[in-house]
DNA sequence: TAAATGTTGTTGTTAAAAAAACAACAAGGT
DNA sequence: ACCTTGTTGTTTTTTTAACAACAACATTTA
């Protein structure tokens, strides 16, 4: 292919999650600096070999993103990026809505946890997967919910989540700063997480509090939130005795320090 | 690949204009079914060869549709449908938010309207872009609008957009009946449109009123909306006197029949 | 006006890239 | 000794991309 201009690779891409192909991208990208433009003007300013333009252009007008003349020769127009990419947005969508529907079914028919998945241990990968899950804990609480998360997590991802757990459930929170008022709601205690002696973990190296969480429900339930700054965070998730017990004893002797240190 | 058993091949295209592979939509569904499954198991169900299994999965965690354990061996639970979906089209969306940035700015450095696109005569397919455009025409006009157009269309598609059409514009229409009382706003005359005797056409073929309209603008930019019914709509956009004058001819004949029909 | 030239729109063939299918094997578990 | 898991590399198929050739017109030029 000839010269595509600078095209960004980064638009040829998102263009092709929306189900074009690259000749498709490139020929819409044309067109939209021109007004009106023949077939073989398309070709020269897309880079698109001549003889590909055509079934390319029909696709196009197919997918509501260009417009045809009546005239001979036929000319093209672009339709206006916005309205264009609502076009292809909203064929997706129906794709997304009638595969939910199908997938729905599938699913229900799920026989309801045949085996015991309670002794596996889950990688979540996710900031939303991660949450689902959590909520999907918190609301299947019936006596406890322990946790032991950064400040800034607990504000922004956490707290709204336990929104629908009942009062008959104790909720213990330990985090490293608290402002405002203490909830009555539960029984927050704070401690400078950092400052927790990571025993066996080289200096510099300890686990980062930053954007992680340690959460533990009715004794039975753990999850892990292993937020890597920037990346997109991870979490374990587990119901089998070994996790838990390890969550357990790290959220006592974690107790244990912040009662010590007498606050 | 053996017999992925009865999947409709409309969940596979939809998935895959979600941006999954054949391969990574079976074995999504098949993982669906079941829970905490081995790569083996998932092979079975599936129908996907065993050793493609494993790259599928990955990708498929990658894409935040399963979630991994941590034994061995590995076992892959899906992500529930509506969940994962939901991450699909996060994706998706940000792609299309980005691609819209870009091609904006594209966009506008396109030369404003260099030649004389005011020869042609364009098609448009698509109800959105056919009511975008007549939302267009409509802001954009100065003295007088008129309409020929079915009652049904008028109502679901066309009144909305004449909203921001100023006083000072005459706006005139005929359509076949007229429910309730008449808009001091504009200058409504009905008449059966079906009986208008349709010259040329031969008996039955005539045109359909059911779902079209013509719309003329200042004399200056006409639009012929033709509803196929159960089709995708399209309509012949077009500021050509030509066209436009062929338009005038055909309102005013319409008018005077009505008219002379004594309403 | 007739020949020469050029352009448009089509069709068919070849090449490259991506996806799917298969073969083989090391590692580890039974 | 045997089976399963996970991995790697190779072949086949499908999809996209690129190229070649040509008929139908239209335009220019002699």
Redesign the pocket.
Known sequence: ??APRDISNDLLESLRSLGL?????LVYIGLLRMTGA????VHETS??????????L?RLVQKELVSVSH????RFDAIPPGQGIENLMRRIENDAESARTALDRLYREKRPEARGSQELIWTIYGEENIRARLAGMFLSAERRVEMLVAQNLLREHVLALLEPVPDSVRVDIVTDTWKGEQPSRFRVRTHPLGAYPETHAPPGKGLRHESSGVFLVDDARALVWMGSSGEQPSALYSESAGLVQFVRRYLNSVTEWVAAAGQ
Chains 1, 2 share one sequence.
């Open positions: 292919m000839k192909t690259k000749y498709e991208a023949t077939a073989t003007e880079g698109v070999p001549r003889a590909s333009v055509y079934p390319v029909d005239t001979t020769p036929k």
